[in-house]
């Protein structure tokens, strides 16, 4: 029969439940132990929810990062941290935040012993998603732990057990492993001594073995293995690889699903149909162009699993249109009774919320429109029973999901003349500055007369809990909007006598109203609708509720320009209008699929540009349009990125890198040690740039010492002139102790740097 599987379940659980007791035990409020227990009882829970599939995922659960537990599982993390001795758990929190001295900043269930450099972390192919990056060196060296999956793979039988004597006469889940694939996991990581990953293969591929090995002993029989690499383009080398590690790997007593996302394997499709694995799994979403190639090669001997629902949207499915092309298939393939077709989302539900079921309060209108997680596996089914039974089986199902489906293609919200007639009317002229860099500069100096090394932030100030109560009982109702503002400017306030008291040369309001840079800005433009539990994981405790973007855009009215004159009302330091930009807009909400991702943005820069001329005509002298996320939507296949930045870069012009021509762009470099700056050595970039000198996404405070080092490193690629100083993100999920003691030093290292250049402190 056609076989139902999911790839990976969200980890942060309906309510977040993961992500406070994670961080209840780094307060040191709970133990590691009730940690642990909340993880089983999580897993538990995400269990059940996937009652209905034929497998279901075991290690998809992490406490923080799928591709670290992957390392540990190889015995393969940083050597900083394998002194440690204590729980493997904490060893795993050590590499993945960063610890400072011992005590300094984490509590009992974590205590450490020694200063531990947080791994680099980065995106998770083209999704908000962030990974710890594996670090490689020639020397490298492997060794098996496969305790975690084993106990996993356990307690999921046990769970499966506990639910048939519970429901009698149901048929009870089998357990599928999932582990990241040998050539993904090299592909993934970097080797800083310049070494050669692949060099390693060798080393790596007898664990792999054993692990194998190991599950076979447990009573597995399928391991999903995750090789999503293959969707990007793959040279000679990495391809070899490909058919070394699996010809290596084909004598391991268990069969291998072997598992692609994220996108088309195009010129890899011959590659992955012949490597010698039990069955293949293909992003039927984003790669259904690979369908019709595929099954013209498809062997009769293997599975072929097809992902079928968008694990990374949170669009229904037309089920009716999948049914379509799917029927077809499954007859190629025997019917749905020959058993070699198997269904799946596209890829894991970890991008999407868990259940829509819990929106009570979301737009009426566009709910029907949704499916989150639950709601995934349960369309899912229904297309696993039309195929068995036929569509009658499941007729009232069909019937309402293409009633919803037409409703969307129909409401006036999604298309609105207005909008598509403003689009119409752009000009090129209208995306460029009105002077080159050089004679801005020179007028931006006689204004601003800022300092060599100039120092800011990334915008936002701590969000304490003051802020947050606040912001609840507001839109709760029981704060009146003046007590509101009221509230608000006094978060304000604080910010800008802390910053001036620090010494900062630019300011900031602190964005104390906002909720999130993407979230705020949707909820005063039409277009967006809103989730109260539509949380998504971007990495370790930090979970994102992207809006919903499903309709055409635009500003009804200005967003921020009362709160930044109010905020420079209160000092005579220049003071930032802070903008989230029309790319970040876009690659961090949930996209409406019903049009090119172009115009949609392009939509989103016109709304942008409508705030930026208001700020200017409110004198406000400096503005600052976060494109956070302008890398991370790269697609995946670099011979694409010129058509994406093409349009991307025409958004950003539109709405205010050299063909970005911002007068300074601020990007992410302390975690690389300023390895990014390297490209600029081969390129003269003209402009001023903000190379980060605060990971603020660890709870190690740097020292002036650190800062200083790390901006004498960005001098050797970009003139001093040119160089501002400032975190690499925005402070809102930081403290305020330690966040004034980062910017003091920060400060201060500003201050040293200039003396060596032999520039007066002012007095």
């Not at 004498?712 to 003139?719: D, G, H, N, V």
């Not at 004034?740 to 040293?752: K, N």
């Amino acid at each position: 029969m056609t076989l139902l599987h999911n790839l990976g379940f969200p980890r942060v659980g309906a309510r977040r439940e993961l992500k406070f007791a994670l961080e209840a035990c780094w307060r040191g409020e709970t133990s590691l132990n009730q940690l642990k227990a909340e993880g089983a009882r999580l897993r538990q829970a995400h269990w059940q929810r996937q009652a209905g599939l034929n497998l279901v995922p075991v290690g998809d659960f992490s406490f923080y990062d799928h591709v670290l537990d992957m390392g540990q599982t190889l015995g393969h993390l940083p050597e900083r941290a394998r002194t440690w001795a204590g729980d493997p758990l904490d060893n795993l929190f050590r590499v993945a935040r960063g610890r400072a001295t011992p005590g300094a900043s984490e509590a009992s269930c974590c205590a450490a012993h020694g200063p531990v450099a947080a791994g680099e972390m980065t995106k998770w192919f083209d999704t908000n998603y962030h990974y710890i990056v594996p670090e490689f060196h020639a020397g490298t060296t492997f060794e098996l732990d496969a305790s975690r999956l084993i106990e996993q793979v356990a307690e999921a039988r046990q769970h499966q057990a506990d639910r048939v004597a519970d429901a009698p006469g149901e048929a009870p889940a089998d357990v599928k492993p999932v582990i990241i694939g040998p050539v993904t996991y090299l592909a993934l990581g970097k080797a800083k001594d310049g070494s050669d990953r692949l060099a390693l293969l060798e080393r790596l591929l007898p664990v792999y073995a054993r692990l194998l090995q190991a599950l076979a002993e447990r009573g597995v029989q399928w391991v999903q293995i995750d090789e999503p690499i293959l969707t990007t383009e793959l040279d000679a080398d990495w391809k070899h690889a490909f058919q070394t590690a699996y010809h290596q790997l084909k004598a391991a007593p268990v069969k291998l699903l072997l598992t692609t996302y994220f996108g088309p394997l195009r010129e890899n499709l011959h590659l992955a149909v012949n490597l010698p694995v039990a069955g293949l799994h293909l992003d039927a979403v984003r790669g259904r162009e690979d369908l019709q190639p595929l099954l013209n090669l498809w062997p009769s001997h293997k599975v072929l699993s097809l992902g079928v629902i968008d694990g990374r949207n949170v669009w229904a499915t037309d089920l009716n249109a999948a049914l379509d092309w799917l029927e077809p298939v499954a007859e190629r393939l025997g019917g749905a009774a020959a058993g070699r077709l198997w269904l799946a989302p596209s890829c894991s539900l970890l991008h999407v919320p868990v259940d829509l079921a819990q929106e009570t309060e979301l737009d009426a209108e566009v709910r029907p429109w949704l499916a989150f997680a639950q709601q995934k596996l349960q369309e899912l089914q229904c297309l696993g029973r039309a195929l068995r039974e036929g569509r009658a089986a499941v007729a009232p199902e069909l019937q309402a999901n293409q009633a919803a489906c037409a409703a969307r293609r129909a409401s006036p919200r999604v298309q609105m003349p207005a909008v598509r007639d403003a689009l119409a009317r752009v000009q090129p002229a209208m995306g460029q500055r009105q002077a080159p860099h050089t004679e801005r500069a020179q007028a931006q100096a006689r204004w601003l007369k800022l300092p060599l090394y100039p120092t800011t932030t990334i915008g936002s100030f701590p969000q304490t809990p003051e802020i947050r109560q606040a912001r609840s009982a507001y839109k709760a109702g029981q704060l009146s909007e003046p007590a509101y503002r009221e509230a608000m400017q006094a978060e304000i306030a604080r910010a800008v006598r802390e910053q001036e008291a620090l010494g900062l040369d630019v300011l900031v309001h602190g964005e104390a109203e906002r909720n999130d840079m993407v979230e705020y800005f949707g909820e005063q433009l039409e277009g967006f609708a809103f989730t109260r539990h539509g949380w998504v994981q971007s990495y370790g405790s930090r979970c994102v509720k992207p809006p919903i973007l499903f309709g055409d855009v635009q500003r009804p009215r200005p967003m921020t320009v009362a709160w930044t004159q109010w905020a420079q009302s209160l000092t005579a330091r220049p003071m930032k209008g802070m903008l989230t930009g029309p790319v970040t807009l876009l690659n961090w909400s949930f996209v409406r699929d019903d049009q090119p991702r172009e115009a949609t943005c392009l939509q989103l820069a016109l709304a942008v540009r409508q705030e930026v001329l208001d700020l200017e005509r409110a004198g406000v002298q400096v503005i600052q349009i976060d494109e956070a996320a302008l890398r991370e939507g790269l697609p995946l296949r670099r011979s694409e990125w010129p058509e994406y930045l093409r349009w991307a870069v025409e958004a950003f012009r539109l709405a205010a890198i050299a063909a970005l021509d911002a007068d300074v762009i601020t990007i992410e470099t302390s975690r690389s040690d300023m390895e990014l700056l390297q490209a600029f050595e081969r390129f003269d970039y003209p402009n001023q740039i903000g190379p980060g000198v605060y990971d603020i996404h660890s709870p190690n405070v740097p020292t002036q010492a650190q800062i200083e080092q790390l901006m004498r490193k960005a001098a050797q690629c970009i003139p001093a002139e040119r160089l501002w100083v400032n975190p690499d993100c925005g402070l809102k999920t930081r403290q305020w102790p330690e966040v004034i003691e980062a910017l003091r030093h920060m400060v201060a290292a500003a201050q040293a740097l200039r003396q060596e250049a032999g520039v007066p402190l002012a007095a």
